[in-house]
């Protein structure tokens, strides 16, 4: 049946950036689809939420605060699921920094700063993966699920960093499928278009007026999504960028996304 | 046992869907999948002279838990047809809030050996067909206040392939067709996505015709295997599912990984 192949029953997922946002509503849906959660970030206070919330689902959730910019800290946290789980199933690459940056002038953007942002969208992904695959390989089966952006596919005026280090994860993200199609392992990535996280960005979006659904994104949209290439259903997917944007870009070119005479 | 909750998001309870091109293996799939999440169908199929196929996937429908299943079989580059078949749709089921083609028919062929007259039908074979139906069905999905759309195609929407340049073309139109149309449809409660098939493992299919060429093919795939059509069901329900409410004008592969390889 194939209501059967969306089950993520007896699964342990990884997620990064599981404190807040995206990476929250992904380990709510997961657990209350049926995986474990081992919820990883920086912030402790925010991980207990997110495992307060995993746990009412009836689900086990490890809290690991991480620095995912540090490979040793991701091999301890990744050990740290294996120790209490004994397999890892799907690794969600979420965490990323980042858009507070948009709009700042080159010469403003320091060495740290670019540092900064590569390390924690792009490297981190590549440390947990690199962290993850043997535990996969063994049992050949898993799913590794890279989170990246509509910046990911097109420029921005002022967005260097971000820019380029979502235009990263796609290519991360096809070369880990092809490696490891023959262990089994799915690698595919989501491509959120604007969720905007706080006021300021939503001002800076303004509003999503200009997406052709007519709205943001909110981030139980993207529950689902991962669900999917988290779970059997989408065992011949691979390599895939999925785009969840409300169609902003199928369209570009012109002012809106949509149709003149349907405009805003 | 029971799933997990949160299985529920994919249910399609109380959902009405139109599958076209259900005598393929590929519609098939598509409607059982439909059936299976809990949607009520009709199907219809591609081409006149398709009553045992379509008989055959009715079985399969009936035996996913729907009763009596309509079946229209009918030729769906003839506009009178599809208007047919949405009206059916609406009597017999109630409503019509996803459509889902499965339209199709390769062809290859060197382009200086290519007429007008081939022209002509790989366009409306592969192209003209899917406009139409996303046409017909839209309209009325547009009147009711909404619906979603999968176009099941494949991968040479996205790539080149030698001596089958028509069918490329043909497919690659289908593609942004979709993205266009999205963004039309996006504040009229309409979604629109594709699923795109990698080289399938079903009678007709193209590596099918020199068993040469099917050997090598598979070993450039990722998998070392040909696409399985149970394998599309997933992204399906997906897709249509009110989950996917923010997803319009994509498309999701089935390929194994093979368009990210060089």
């Known amino acids: 049946m194939i209501l059967e192949s969306f089950s993520l029953e007896g699964k342990v997922a990884i997620i990064t950036g599981a404190g807040r946002g995206l990476g929250r509503a992904m380990a709510i849906r997961f657990a209350n689809c049926g995986a474990d959660i081992v919820a990883a970030s920086r912030t402790l206070a925010q991980l207990e ?202 369209g570009g070119i012109t002012p809106t996304g949509v149709a003149p005479a349907n405009s805003n | 046992m029971a799933l997990p909750a949160g299985t529920r998001d994919f249910l399609l309870g109380g959902k009405h869907a139109l599958v076209i091109g259900a005598e393929h293996p590929v519609g098939r799939v598509a409607a059982v999948s439909l059936a299976e999440a809990g949607a009520k169908i009709l199907i219809a199929s591609q081409e006149a002279g398709t009553a045992a196929a379509m008989k055959e996937t009715a079985k399969a429908v009936e035996a996913a838990g729907q009763k009596n299943v309509p079946t229209q079989v009918q030729h769906a580059v003839i506009r009178a047809d599809l208007s047919a078949t949405v009206d059916l749709t609406i009597r017999k089921l109630g409503g019509l809030d996803i459509l889902v083609t499965a339209l199709d028919n390769p062809f290859y062929a060197p382009a200086d050996a290519t007429n007008d007259s081939d022209f002509d039908h790989v366009m409306e074979d592969n192209f003209k067909n899917v406009w139409m139906a996303c046409q017909e069905a839209g309209r009325v999905m547009l009147q009711r206040g909404g619906g979603t759309i999968v176009v099941i195609s494949n991968v040479m929407g996205e790539r080149g392939v030698p001596n089958a340049t028509l069918y490329c073309a043909a497919k690659g139109a289908v593609r942004n067709l979709v993205r266009a149309l999205a963004l039309e449809w996006a504040r009229r409660g309409v979604r629109i996505n594709m699923i795109e098939c990698g080289w399938l493992d079903a009678a007709g299919s193209a590596q099918n015709s020199s068993d040469e060429f099917a050997e090598k093919l598979v070993k450039y795939l990722p998998y070392r295997r040909l696409m399985k059509p149970e394998e599309l069901g997933g992204a399906l329900i997906y897709l249509v599912s009110p989950a996917a409410g923010f997803v319009t004008g994509e498309s999701i592969a089935i390929d194994g990984g093979l368009l990210c390889r060089v």
């Open chain 1, 49 to 250: 939420e997110t495992a307060a919330a995993v746990r009412k689902l009836g689900r086990r959730c490890l809290v690991k605060p991480t620095d995912v910019t540090s490979s040793a800290q991701i091999n301890t946290m990744v050990d740290a699921a294996i120790a209490e789980f004994g397999q890892i199933d799907i690794l969600v690459n979420n965490a990323g920094i980042g858009e507070e940056s948009f709009g700042k002038r080159i010469e403003k953007i320091t060495d740290e700063d670019w540092r900064a942002g590569i390390d924690t969208n792009l490297s981190s992904q590549f440390y947990c993966a690199r962290a993850a695959l043997p535990h996969m390989v063994k049992r050949k089966r898993g799913k590794i699920i890279n989170v990246a952006s509509g910046y990911g596919l097109r420029g921005g005026k002022h967005n260097y960093m971000y820019a380029c280090s979502k235009g990263a994860i796609l290519q991360l993200t096809r070369s880990l499928a092809l490696t490891y199609a023959d262990d089994n392992i799915q690698t595919n990535c989501i491509v959120p278009g604007i969720f905007p996280h706080n006021a300021a960005l939503m001002e800076f979006f303004k509003g999503g007026k200009f997406i052709p659904v007519g709205r943001v994104g909110e981030d139980e949209d993207v529950g689902p999504l991962a669900v999917f290439l988290a779970a059997d259903a989408s065992n011949h997917v691979n390599g895939e960028l999925v785009i969840i944007d409300g169609g902003g870009l199928a």
